[in-house]
């Protein structure tokens, strides 16, 4: 997609939540959903520890959020009270609202 900057390398990832979770303000996370290139700007976060009971890695892993004790970068994704999508980013645990929008700054890792 023309305009947008590198992927942010998974290593950048690679901190704790409380440091990620401000520096992801603004940035973009941007999806190819079966050609259709899409993007939205992240607008809010929390920052979530492991050993925090809101954490959804806070009773172990599970199939369902097993991708969350893989490698940093990932998203884990969700539907919350059966009407919200919601994303952690890992490690660092996160929830993201990201809102529409046309130009990019920066974008999330591809999932290669």
Sequence with gaps: ?????????????ERDAPEVAPDLLGKCLVVDVAGIMCSGR????EAYM???????TFNGETSRN?????????LYVYL?????????VVTCL???????R???ESRMPSSS
């Design 1 to 13: 997609m023309p305009g947008l900057a590198q992927p942010i390398d998974r290593a950048w990832f």
């Design 102 to 104: 046309d130009a990019h």
């Design 66 to 74: 097993t991708v969350m004790f893989g490698p940093a970068g990932h």
């Design 80 to 88: 919350s009270y059966g009407i919200h999508q919601c994303a952690n």
């Design 42 to 45: 992240i607008i809010e976060v």
């Design 94 to 100: 996160l929830y993201t609202s990201p809102s529409p």
């Design 50 to 56: 492991p050993d925090d009971p809101a954490s959804h």
